[in-house]
């Protein structure tokens, strides 16, 4: 059955400073891969999505994800963390019918 | 062109009553889902429906359902509240899983 992990439940990171989250998943095929980002008591935005082709995927507000097939992995990177960027993030699966979802991680920024 | 709507944005009931959420899609997209959000928890899958059809829901009882109508729209039923049910509904739609999934954003349902 498909699965997302996420391992890190909260993270603290200064602003300026650069951020990874990590995300691993558990699927038979090619999997669609998404990372969503929700700010409290708001729905889920879109911020990258992988469906095939280059494994390093840009998104929205200067984010970034590298699709490792061999770790089963789809990190979310930012070289320079904004203040604006505390929220919680998801990271997704698609098989093509559904989507699966990690627990999220929730993303503190320090001044 | 509009993105997924949810109403009523907000919602209060007691214990025991039922609500009713609504979502419609994206035009053109024939799946809609349903996920719940309790506070301090991710999402937890309820229903998916696509072309009218329930094809799968989550771990759920049977008082959570909800149908899909012909214009795509979706509406989530709850009978029986119970305080527990407190939480986001967060409704997402997609082209038949082939696309990415586009959220609305959201239902807060308080029972008192």
């Known amino acids: 059955a498909q699965s997302v992990t996420q391992p890190d439940i909260h993270i603290t990171v200064s602003e300026g400073a650069s951020l990874e989250l990590r995300c691993n998943y558990s699927y038979g095929a090619t999997p669609y891969l998404f990372w969503y980002v929700q700010s409290p008591g708001q729905g889920l935005q879109l911020l990258l999505k992988?469906?095939?082709?280059?494994?390093l995927v840009q998104g929205i507000k200067g984010f970034e994800a590298e699709f490792k097939r061999s770790q089963s992995s789809f990190n979310l990177r930012k070289p320079s963390v904004h203040w604006s960027d505390a929220a919680e993030y998801f990271c997704a699966v698609g098989d093509g019918n559904q989507f699966y979802f990690g627990t999220g991680t929730s993303l503190t920024v320090i001044p | 062109e509009a993105g997924v709507t949810q109403s009523p944005t907000h919602l209060i009931k007691t214990r025991g009553q039922q609500a009713t959420l609504r979502c419609s899609p994206i035009s053109g997209h024939t799946s809609v889902y349903w996920y719940q959000q309790a506070l301090g928890l991710g999402l937890q899958f309820l229903l998916w429906?696509?072309?009218?059809?329930?094809?799968n829901r989550g771990n759920f009882p049977p008082r959570f359902s909800g149908r899909q109508f012909p214009n795509y729209s979706s509406e989530l039923n709850v009978n029986a509240l119970e305080l527990e049910d407190s939480a986001l509904y967060l409704c997402?739609?997609?082209?038949?899983?082939?696309?990415?999934?586009?959220f609305g954003q959201g239902t807060r349902l308080t029972v008192v």
């Open positions: 992988y469906f095939s082709g280059d494994t």
């Open positions: 429906y696509d072309e009218g059809e329930e094809r």
């Open positions: 997402a739609s997609s082209w038949r899983g082939y696309t990415e999934a586009f």
